[in-house]
Nanobody
Framework: QVQVAESGGGLVQPGTSLRLSCVVS????????IVWYRQAADKERERIAR????????FMASSVTGRFTLSRDNARNTAYLQMTGLKPEDTAIYYC????????????WGQGTQVTVSS
């Protein structure tokens, strides 16, 4: 059973950086693409970035392009979302989605981690 857990959120000031982690367990991590979403208060969940099984960024929302980067460490079963130049509009709950569909495996969501950007 695939389990997903995000961490690394917090309260930060505008212009600073934060790195979120997404640990995927119970499955072979190398088989999973990782998709990051976020949901701000009173808004729909928004897909912001996708990292392929090979570690290639295959999607990045225009709202975060140039500020956010993706990476993965297969030895640690962990994917990362590095966020720089944070803005108040980046405030949201950030979710990690482990997508195993390309290899016929189950996919799963994490519980989310809150990021608040405020002075």
């Amino acid at each position: 059973q695939v389990q997903v857990a995000e961490s690394g959120g917090g309260l930060v000031q505008p212009g600073t950086s934060l790195r979120l982690s997404c640990v995927v367990s119970g499955v072979q991590f190398e088989n999973y693409s990782i998709v990051w979403y976020r949901q701000a208060a009173d808004k729909e969940r928004e897909r912001i970035a996708r990292l392929s099984r090979r570690g290639t960024t295959t999607f990045m929302a225009s709202s975060v392009t140039g500020r956010f980067t993706l990476s993965r460490d297969n030895a640690r079963n962990t994917a990362y979302l590095q966020m720089t130049g944070l803005k108040p509009e980046d405030t949201a709950i950030y979710y990690c989605y482990a997508d195993g569909s390309s290899v016929g495996q189950m996919s799963s969501w994490g519980q989310g981690t809150q990021v608040t950007v405020s002075s």
